[in-house]
């Protein structure tokens, strides 16, 4: 399967833990994003990379969020001292280098729980 | 700071009967506008790409047009199947992607 693939699907964990997720873009394409989905709502921008640079990163996103892409291949989204509040659906989307077709293809999501 | 907003948040259809979903956007510049479908507890899907005033595509049921302010997407004699949540986002020059809330169709057999 070439689709984006994110790991874990679902992720339980108590107040104030670390967790880690990630996820692996579709092959050869250079921009990958990140998105947080509360019940309801559109996706909301977290970050986003070109190749292994973070170009952008939410103003809304507090300073427990990180994000990295080592080599320009998988990305992951740390999450420290985590808060009921965090609990979301966390999207990862890939696109195709270029100017033209530049939609962006979204994995499954990790569905995060903070108890 | 871009924004989109989708209207109306909900739309109860009956099968068959065909209605248009709204999308008006603000962006510094408009690489392209993009529609997906979601379905619960799943990624969004993606349906179309705009990238110009006046383009049109169609896939199935569904037609997606855009205009300088807004996008419409039409469903056409739609069915229970073509029930989920519709997003709507835009692409600025810098690749950034914007999403609005959605809108939720339900298709009544």
């Known amino acids: 399967d070439t689709g984006v693939s994110q790991d874990p699907r679902h992720k339980i964990t108590k107040r104030g833990q670390n967790v880690t997720f990630r996820c692996d873009p579709i092959s050869e394409h250079n921009r990958l994003y990140w998105y947080r989905q509360t019940l309801g709502q559109g996706p909301e921008f977290l970050t986003y990379f070109q190749n292994e640079a973070q170009l952008e990163k939410s103003r809304l996103l507090s300073d427990r969020f990180s994000a990295e892409r080592p080599k320009g291949s998988f990305s992951t989204l740390e999450i420290q001292r985590t808060e009921q509040g965090d609990s979301a659906m966390y999207l990862c989307a890939s696109s195709s280098p270029g100017d033209m077709n530049t939609e962006a293809f979204f994995g499954q999501g990790t569905r995060l729980t903070v108890v | 700071e871009d924004q989109v907003t989708q209207s109306p948040e909900a739309l109860r259809l009956q099968e068959g009967e065909s209605s248009s979903l709204n999308c008006s956007y603000t962006?510094?510049?408009?690489?392209?506008l993009f529609w997906y479908r979601q379905d619960p507890g799943k990624g969004p899907e993606f349906l179309f790409t705009?990238?110009?005033a006046g383009e049109e595509k169609e896939k199935e049921r569904l037609k997606a047009t855009l205009t300088k302010k807004e996008s419409f997407l039409h469903i056409t004699a739609p069915k229970p199947e073509d029930s989920a949540t519709y997003l709507c986002a835009v692409q600025a020059w810098d690749y950034k992607l914007s999403f609005g809330a959605g809108t939720t169709v339900t298709v009544r057999a």
């Open positions: 962006v510094s510049g408009l690489r392209g």
């Open positions: 705009l990238y110009s």
